[in-house]
Nanobody
Framework: VQLQAYGGGMVQAGDFLRLSCAAS????????MGWFRQAPGKERTFVAA????????HYADSVKGRFTISRDNAENTVYLQMNNLEPEDTAVYYC????????????????????WGQGTKFTVFS
């Protein structure tokens, strides 16, 4: 599956933003999907994951309660709704696809994912 993330930009602290990741190929509905982020000078870290059918999800503690991951298999798209943004959320955000069929709580490492999008950057200023 090929992935294209978009929706970045600049927002103010407390604002909201939605990222989208469009997938091409026939395997999207058979892929668990995840979002990761990488701040300048830091490692890429897990943000959220959603199961193949969209029925279960898992979040990093730092975004729990503020971010929501969802997917539309008919549109081959996964979303990341981000509310109450903080300057610490500033990063390049990447979507990724995994063939993992187990619990999405296991999908927190980059090694779990086989396909990656190119990343979309946004900045949260205070």
């Amino acid at each position: 599956v090929q992935l294209q993330a978009y929706g970045g930009g600049m927002v103010q602290a407390g604002d909201f933003l939605r990222l989208s990741c469009a997938a091409s190929g026939r395997t999207f509905s058979n892929s668990a999907m995840g979002w990761f982020r990488q701040a300048p000078g830091k490692e890429r870290t897990f943000v959220a994951a959603v199961s193949r059918a969209g029925s279960s999800n898992h979040y990093a503690d730092s975004v729990k309660g503020r971010f929501t991951i969802s997917r539309d298999n008919a549109e081959n798209t996964v979303y990341l709704q981000m509310n109450n943004l903080e300057p610490e959320d500033t990063a390049v955000y990447y979507c990724a696809a995994s063939q993992w069929a187990g619990a999405v709580s296991s999908l927190t490492r980059t090694q779990n994912y086989a396909s990656w999008g190119q990343g979309t950057k946004f900045t949260v200023f205070s």
